[in-house]
């Protein structure tokens, strides 16, 4: 039982690039979400989504875009990094049950963008 | 959307000494949710508070959500170096949690 877990753990482009971030997770969990983590500063939500098929925008969804094709992976994709998409990103999946909304992260993926 | 002010900042104590971190609301709340992030780690859920006035022990942790359900504290009695880390409140709201910005706390021996 893996959890929750992130594709790669490290990366760095160069401005205008792209690339897919892969989540998976093996708890059958309904809820998926994408964080960003700046220094200093709390998790910030980029996309989400409640189900297969399904997406929505979080806080920060500009410059992002997200697919969750099958239940237990949640794609994150940056169509032409920036500079300003410098950060942790985090992966978390949970159920909800009853207003019940433990989150499990995966250990993140440190973007670096020059 | 809902915002959550936590304070303080940073908090430095010395092993044994108590610490005490708070999260503040401009609106009611319908749950409160505190995290632990260890330095380099990933957050890690806590606790997840529902009712107004709840209290809710964990070992050397105490949380509580306030009567209006505005704000929430978490208390550690006599730290150890174990507690260092960063700590979110989060609230939840129909399936998304928005965090507070944390309390980093930092435990000398």
């Known amino acids: 039982n893996a959890g929750v877990t992130q594709t790669p753990k490290f990366r760095v482009l160069k401005t205008g690039q792209s690339m897919t971030l892969l989540c998976a997770q093996d708890m059958n969990h309904e809820y998926m979400y994408w964080y960003r983590q700046d220094p200093g500063m709390g998790l910030r939500l980029i996309h989400y989504s409640v189900g297969e098929g399904t997406t929505a925008k979080g806080e920060v969804p500009d410059g992002y875009n997200v697919s969750r094709l099958k239940k237990q992976n949640f794609l994150l994709g940056l169509e032409s990094a920036a500079p300003s998409q410098t950060s942790v990103y985090f992966c978390?999946?949970?159920?909800?049950?009853?207003?019940?909304?433990?989150?499990?992260f995966g250990p993140g993926t440190r973007l670096t963008v020059l | 959307g809902q915002q959550v002010m936590q304070i303080p900042q940073y908090q430095h104590v010395q092993e044994g000494e108590d610490f005490t971190t708070y999260c503040n609301s401009s609106t009611t709340l319908s749950n409160i949710q505190w995290y632990k992030q260890r330095p380099g780690g990933h957050p890690v859920f806590l606790i997840q508070l529902v009712k107004s006035g709840e209290v809710k022990k964990q070992k050397r942790l105490t949380f509580q959500f306030g009567e209006a359900k505005k704000n929430s504290s978490l208390h550690i009695t006599a730290t150890q170096t174990t507690d260092v880390g960063t700590y979110f409140c989060a609230a939840e709201r129909a399936g998304k949690s928005t965090f507070g910005d944390g309390t980093t706390l930092t435990v000398k021996p």
């Open positions: 978390a999946s949970s159920y909800l049950e009853f207003a019940y909304n433990e989150q499990f």
